[in-house]
Nanobody, 117 residues
Framework: QVKLVESGGGVVQAGGSLNLSCAAS????????MGWFRQVSGKERELVAL?????????KYGDSVEGRFTMSFDFAKNTAYLLMNSLKPEDTAVYFC?????????WGQGTQVTVSS
């Protein structure tokens, strides 16, 4: 059973940067897509980035993060990253990664990102 573990969250001032990691373990890891989502309490989960294959050149970003966030991969380590630059207070949320397989989608437990003004 594949398991995803996010890390790298924390508290940062507006304008700062964070680099989140999503490490996969526990099985053959060949997803058809990987993504990052975020959720604020009481609101729906929002797309941050979604890469099919996964391929950094085929990554779709949410409108609110386009040009500021970048998703990348280290396939040798089965790890995806989300580099977040020019952070804003409205980026504050719990960030989740997911891996989409043909017959299931697996989510990590999430990591909190707090951007102070």
């Amino acid at each position: 059973q594949v398991k995803l573990v996010e890390s790298g969250g924390g508290v940062v001032q507006a304008g700062g940067s964070l680099n989140l990691s999503c490490a996969a373990s526990g099985g053959v890891f060949k997803p058809v897509a990987m993504g990052w989502f975020r959720q604020v309490s009481g609101k729906e989960r929002e797309l941050v980035a979604l890469a099919t294959n996964p391929d950094p050149d085929r990554t779709k970003y949410g409108d609110s993060v386009e040009g500021r966030f970048t998703m990348s991969f280290d396939f040798a380590k089965n790890t995806a990253y989300l580099l977040m630059n020019s952070l804003k207070p409205e980026d504050t949320a719990v960030y989740f990664c997911n891996a989409i397989f043909r017959d299931e989608t697996i989510w990590g437990q999430g990591t909190q990102v707090t951007v102070s003004s």
